[in-house]
């Protein structure tokens, strides 16, 4: 089974005013783009819709079915940096379910999927 997925994001919360330093010319290529990498951490209001798209075993048939994750609840997106080094940056992505209530989910943090 294939899975397309579509995922939607809208920015809610920026990281450190990094600007200033993509903007200095005295800034190495290499410290450019560790600034350019932590400007993706923060927080974002997520939509996932999951289709399979294609089957790859004999006989399996192919769910016409859209799962819209967002269907009873929202889901934000926390990206933090949890590993900087001088050469490296590691992304984490923590997943938060909260319903239309507003009241958070039981089990509904996930540790989505991690960047190096």
Not at 30 to 48: P, Q, S
Not at 55 to 66: F, H, I, M, Q, S
Not at 81 to 90: E, G, L, Q, W
Request: proline fraction near 4%; charge should be positive; hydrophobic fraction near 35%.
């Amino acid at each position: 089974m294939r899975l397309y997925t579509q995922h939607r994001t809208r920015h809610l919360l920026t990281a450190a005013a990094l600007l200033p330093v993509l903007a200095c010319a005295q800034v190495s290529p290499l410290e450019r783009g560790k600034a350019a990498i932590r400007t993706r951490t923060g927080c974002y209001l997520v939509d996932y819709s999951f289709v399979e798209t294609e089957t790859l075993k004999p006989g399996y048939v192919k769910d016409e079915r859209v799962f819209d994750v967002n269907t009873n609840k929202s889901v934000k997106e926390w990206i933090v940096a949890t590993d900087v080094s001088p050469t490296r940056i590691k992304l984490q992505h923590v997943l938060q379910g909260v319903a239309m209530k507003g009241e958070h989910m039981p089990g509904g943090i996930l540790r989505h999927t991690g960047e190096d």
